[in-house]
């Protein structure tokens, strides 16, 4: 059975389609077909641009970012954590001294509604460090579809390791 690891607190009934999905070979269509499109955010110029601008649009009120950046190490990083902790390990971590948001270097090839999501999730934890309600509220501000895009991310995390260990 697929472990899912990325999915964890999601219902069983739900995880069983996941892992159905998988074995009919049928989550990278699936994926494709609901997240067809590949942003043009590549530079960590071009990232600082568009989170700002993100901020600026829905947090006019908090402070400026210092620095935004892709980071190449984040993606390999404690995979055996329990969900929650993988998930932020994988999106990265703030720098409290300073606004500084590091995104997973893997996000530069996704989808712009993931990359929205993931940046949203960043943003938001500058005014809320806690996954709690007032957190995903203002994920859902910034992010109206916000809880079925992390869904679907974590879905596209767990094909892009399945596709890896068919590899290997
Ligand atoms: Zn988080």
Known sequence: MTALKYLGGYPPPLLDKVRQLIERDELGDYLQRRHPGRHEVQSDKALYAYTNALRQEHMRNSPGIDRVWYDSKLDVIQRALGLHTAISHIHGGRLKARKEIRIASLFRETAPEFLQMIVVHEL?????????????????YMQPDYHQQELDLRLHLTWRDVLAARAS
Do not use: G
Not at 125 to 139: I, R, S, T, V
């Open 124 to 140: 938001a934890h500058l005014k809320e460090p806690e996954h709690n309600k007032a957190f995903y509220q203002l994920c859902e």
